[in-house]
């Protein structure tokens, strides 16, 4: 058995296959693993630039850049427990069911609870280049701690030298540095990374909501135009967060936020705003339909546009309607006479007014205008705050967003493709899920939601801990569920309502599902290895296993699940037969051929399930001959 026959369950090393797509296109550029700048730069036709340019840099980016692609040894552990037994009461009495999942076996949603930096590089197999829609609302970095302390620690010299505050020599040069200090550094050294990851997830025709307030939008911006092409911005949407004006001083109010949207290379367009038909009537039972009048000029100038200054004659009363030296007609002659011709044109009785052009419903190339860059149609904060208080009998978010401001993002980026999949990497409070089931429920889509959330503690003393939530993310998984019956509850009458997807599977990360041995064997004894023969970690049950599978071989996390006993064997079958494992000890070479016989595009084994070496190599020998076209590999 070779080693490819083995699974790795590490994470991509994405700087490594980033210097590999170098090497091939550019062959001679790396080098023992080194990428020359300097001959790429000549390979692209560029100059190597001696002097200054303009470069959006702080202190750390390169560890954060590093970050992006540095692989992990971690997985995600299934929580199938479902919510049918109570946990705890609220502080309304209501009570609620944590950690576990709901409909397991039959939804399409996703919680994952962890730091979303890690979450994001476990995706990046099975959900690359998949998901059509990102919201975040990150940690706007106002003065408190953000809760996502990524490594990026460096020594005082380290620092020093990054800010250019030592000469080549090493003398200290005199430079006002502690303006900036680390405050944004920090908060751009946690984005950065986790942007990219999101980059990598996005489909080439999906956008990227972000939320953000003036505290850091022009870093935000920098930082998105690095990232995914300023080419890719697509707009800087405002939204009104709240009514009444703050007393400042100044007589400044700022009461508004933004939302940023970048795109993949292939985006289309947003839906648009609904076009509002009221004013169309069909005064002259025209055949073609409804009809609205429009402008029958243009802003132009009888010398700019000589052949469009001209009277124009009704043809049935004969009065004449002079044009406009400073705003002549639309068309020439020879196409207005066309117009008129076709009853396109409505004449009015005084001459000192003007003819129109008749605008038909049914021409119309689109049901919707341009989307505003002002949201103003949407809910502020107050309205998040009274969907908390009736889902819970209070709130425990103070600035969570409202449910119809990302269901307004959601319906302008999915609603061409209603099954798509929409992830939330800060998903707080979980608003984002309940926008997906609420929208789900208007328009019949069956898109589905990604959920990524660190288990922050509640402080005790804190409405939430009193109330029995121990993180953040019990309370997420609960609005969840509350949402959901409520959504259902309310449109109980509407047609396929039953269908409705509120469920979802919980996902914890985890440490690796195998022992260290397994990484790194040389650092290992004789008589160490002896005693750790078994190389997955003791508390590690079948569904660790095989969800670590799924993302090693980047296969989605929400497909069908069964298994089944075969002689004494569990054996489960994922979406079908797009996988097959068994994790037993002593497998029998009966049930090694049963699973082959099955033809599974991939089949995995324990490692261990075999006694000996021969018997391993018996396996492939067996999926040779009965199901060549199944890949196989051990753990």
């Not at 550094?185 to 909501?209: E, H, K, Q």
């Not at 690796?512 to 508390?539: C, F, H, R, T």
């Not at 991939?602 to 075999?610: K, M």
Request: with cysteine.
């Amino acid at each position: 058995m070779s080693n490819t026959d083995k699974m790795r369950f590490e994470t991509r090393d994405l700087t490594a296959e980033n210097r590999k797509k170098l090497a091939e296109l550019f062959p001679g550029v790396v080098a023992e693993g080194k990428v020359n700048i300097d001959l790429l730069r000549a390979y692209v036709g560029e100059e190597i630039f001696k002097d200054e340019a303009y470069e959006f840099t702080w202190v750390g980016k390169r560890a954060a850049i590093a970050e992006a692609g540095r692989p992990i040894r971690k997985t995600l552990r299934p929580v199938i427990e479902d919510e049918t037994t109570p946990t705890g009461e609220d502080s309304t009495g209501k009570p609620y069911c944590s950690s576990g999942s709901r409909n397991w076996d039959t939804t399409e949603n996703l919680y994952i609870e962890g730091d979303n930096l890690e979450v994001l590089k476990l995706l990046q197999e099975s959900y690359l280049g998949k998901i059509k829609m990102i919201y975040i609302d990150p940690p706007y970095n106002t003065g408190n701690d953000f809760i996502y302390r990524d490594d990026f620690a460096m020594t005082r010299e380290e620092y020093e030298e990054q800010l250019d505050l030592l000469d080549e020599a090493g003398n200290r040069l005199f430079k006002n540095t502690e303006t900036n200090g680390r405050f944004h550094s920090d908060w751009c050294s946690m984005m950065y990374p986790r942007l990219v990851l999101a980059r990598n997830l996005l489909r080439d025709d999906g956008v990227i909501f972000i939320s953000i307030d003036d505290n850091e939008y022009v870093a935000l911006r920098s930082l998105c135009d690095e990232i995914f092409g300023r080419s890719s911005f697509l707009a800087s949407f405002v939204w009104r967060r709240r009514s009444s004006s703050a007393l400042d001083q100044s007589k400044c109010s700022t009461d508004h936020e933004y939302v940023l949207a970048y795109t993949g290379a292939n985006f289309s367009a947003l839906y648009g705003v609904e076009k509002d038909y009221k004013g169309y009537s069909n005064p002259d039972n025209d055949p073609r339909g409804p009809w609205i009048p429009g402008d029958l000029t243009v802003g132009m100038t009888a010398d700019m546009r000589p052949n469009q200054y001209y009277d124009l004659v009704d043809p049935k009363t004969g009065k004449i309607y002079k044009p406009n030296y400073n705003r002549v007609w639309s068309y020439i002659r020879e196409s207005m006479e066309k117009l008129v011709a076709d009853n396109r044109i409505v004449f009015p009785d005084d001459t000192s007014k003007r003819p129109m052009k008749k605008r038909f419903a049914s021409e119309l190339d689109s049901d919707t205008n341009p989307q505003s860059t002002w949201l103003d149609n949407v809910g502020m904060n107050t309205e998040a705050t009274r969907q908390m208080i009736e889902l819970f009998g209070k709130s425990y978010f103070n600035y969570s967003k409202p449910c119809s401001l990302i269901k307004t993002l959601i319906k302008q980026a999915t609603s061409n493709n209603k099954e798509s999949i929409v992830l939330d990497f800060f998903s707080g409070s979980a608003t984002t899920a309940h926008a997906v089931m609420q929208l789900n429920a208007e328009d019949g889509g069956k898109r589905k939601f990604i959920m990524v959330q660190l288990p922050e503690v509640c402080a005790e003393g804190t409405e939430a801990y009193k109330a029995g939530y121990p993180n953040i993310c019990e309370i997420g998984k609960e609005r969840i569920r509350r949402a959901g019956d409520r959504i259902k509850a309310e449109n109980k009458d509407k047609p396929g309502i039953e269908n409705l997807d509120i469920g979802f599977r919980v996902f914890k990360l985890d440490s690796s599902n195998m022992n260290d041995v397994y990484y790194a064997p040389a650092d290992y004894s004789q008589g160490m290895l002896a005693m750790m023969e078994d190389n997955i970690k003791a508390d590690r049950t079948d569904l660790d296993l095989l969800f670590g599978c799924l993302l090693e071989w980047g296969l989605s996390l929400s497909l069908p699940h069964t298994w089944e006993e075969i002689e004494g064997c569990t054996v489960h079958t994922y979406n079908g037969g797009d996988l097959i494992a068994c994790f037993d000890e002593n497998v029998p070479e009966s049930v090694v051929r049963e699973i082959a016989n099955r033809q599974p595009l991939r089949a995995v084994f324990r490692d261990s399930s075999f006694a000996s070496s021969p018997g391993k190599i018996n396996v492939f020998e067996i999926f040779k001959l009965l199901a060549p076209n199944t890949t196989v590999k051990v753990i």
